[in-house]
């Protein structure tokens, strides 16, 4: 069965730019949660996505925003940004969502130059 | 603010030996908590996890303790391996209270000394 899948895994931006994340959860699945890790934060909840629609959404600013197509595969989008935006970026996929048990993809590392 | 706090961001443990990570809360409504292991250059994996109706849960060589008047939760590794080298996070949720987003911890690295 395979697993949680981003792409792609390394992504150079610069300041002031846009950039589109993307995650393929495992099949069945019909949660995408997004997250965002930087050192010293540990994983700070971005927003959840299930069955196409909006379910949870974290304290980040509006710049961060995402979708969820009706394969369940998702994207994230950040704008405008900014170097604190420089993190890795994971996804989580589970069949019933919330705080269940999550399989993880192995991540985005986005830098912002 | 800090919800979660894992105060150790190291641990050292010889081979064999017990590991014991540690976990603090703040908010007295989180009722759910969960355990993930992170390799470097993976994402986390599910570990263990336990409800505040219970104070203990096992699943082989890992135990987490739930102290809910401290508001204090602890899991353990024994007998600890090499593979046990990680990144552990713990998390929260509320889910009593219909608040089923996760809060992390900023981790623990856990290195065993073979």
């Known amino acids: 069965k395979a697993g949680v899948t981003q792409t792609p895994r390394y992504l150079i931006k610069t300041r002031g730019q846009q950039v589109t994340l993307s995650c393929s959860p495992i099949s069945g699945h019909r949660s995408v949660s997004w997250y965002q890790q930087t050192p010293g934060q540990g994983l700070q909840f971005l927003f959840e996505y299930f069955s196409e629609t909006q379910r949870n959404k974290g304290n980040f600013p509006g710049r961060f925003s995402g979708r969820q197509f009706s394969n369940s595969r998702s994207e994230m989008n950040v704008s405008t940004l900014e170097l604190g935006d420089s993190a890795l970026y994971l996804c989580?996929?589970?069949?019933?969502?919330?705080?269940?048990?999550?399989?993880f993809g192995d991540g985005t590392r986005l830098s912002i130059l | 603010d800090q919800q979660v706090k894992q105060n150790s961001p190291s641990l050292s443990v010889q081979e064999g030996r017990i590991s014991i990570l540690n976990c603090d809360y703040t908010?007295?409504?989180?009722?759910?908590f969960l355990w993930y292991k992170k390799y470097p250059a993976e994402g986390p994996t599910f570990l263990i996890s336990i409800s505040s109706i219970k104070d203990k849960n096992e699943d082989g060589r890992f135990t987490v303790f739930l102290n809910k008047s401290a508001k204090h939760l602890s899991l353990h590794i024994v007998p600890s391996q090499p593979g046990d080298s990680a990144v552990y996070f713990c998390?929260?949720?509320?889910?009593?209270?219909?608040?089923?987003?996760?809060?992390f911890g900023t981790g623990t690295r856990l290195t065993i000394i073979p």
């Open positions: 998390a929260a949720s509320a889910r009593s209270f219909g608040n089923e987003k996760l809060t």
């Open positions: 989580a996929s589970s069949f019933l969502g919330g705080d269940q048990p999550q399989h």
């Open positions: 908010n007295s409504m989180f009722d759910y």
